[in-house]
């Protein structure tokens, strides 16, 4: 509440609903691409569980049809009956599994990032100190003895308004 306050009495209000609405449309327009990205390729998965439908519900249909006796026919209906049946949820299955791996695979980002900080990123050079003219002192064993912070001619001031 207090930032709503400060914008108003520096009349910045325009300046901060441009600046807003460009990070949300920036932010929106990952989240559109991966929702359409997931939507298309849903749809493919759902076509070609719908062709997996209709080839085990074709070979169901020809093997009861070609069965010699009625035994034979009805031994085969359970189990074309329940090949089916997993056949048709094989497509939910494979719609949920392919949202995990996706989701799975956004949220391994941040694994990534963490692993390239912690071992692709160069280090600083080790310092290396020494007695001579243009090397560096070793400093106390003790050091530091206590945390204080010491400005010697320094001159502050706020940036100027644009």
């Given amino acids: 509440r207090?930032?709503?306050?400060?914008?108003?009495?520096?009349?910045?209000?325009?300046?901060f609903d441009v600046s807003h609405t460009i990070a949300v449309n920036t932010s929106s327009?990952?989240?559109?691409?991966?929702?359409?990205?997931?939507?298309?390729?849903?749809i493919r998965i759902d076509i070609l569980s719908c062709l997996m439908v209709i080839v085990v519900a074709v070979v169901a249909c020809a093997l009861v049809y070609g069965g010699d006796t009625v035994e034979d026919r009805v031994d085969l209906l359970s189990v074309l009956s329940l090949a089916v049946t997993y056949t048709i949820s094989i497509a939910g299955v494979m719609g949920y599994l392919v949202i995990v791996l996706a989701d799975m695979e956004s949220s391994m980002n941040s694994v990534e990032r963490c692993y390239e900080y912690a071992f692709e990123?160069?280090?600083?050079?080790?310092?290396?100190?020494?007695?001579g003219p243009n090397e560096k002192p070793q400093p106390p064993s003790d050091?530091?003895?206590?945390?204080?912070?010491?400005?010697?001619?320094?001159?502050?001031?706020y940036a100027p308004d644009k």
Avoid: D, H
């Fill in 29 to 42: 327009r990952s989240n559109n691409s991966w929702r359409s990205t997931m939507r298309w390729l849903l």
């Fill in 143 to 157: 050091w530091p003895q206590e945390g204080a912070v010491t400005f010697k001619n320094v001159c502050l001031r």
């Fill in 121 to 131: 990123v160069p280090q600083e050079r080790k310092v290396v100190y020494g007695t």
């Fill in 2 to 15: 207090s930032g709503l306050t400060t914008i108003r009495a520096y009349n910045c209000i325009k300046l």
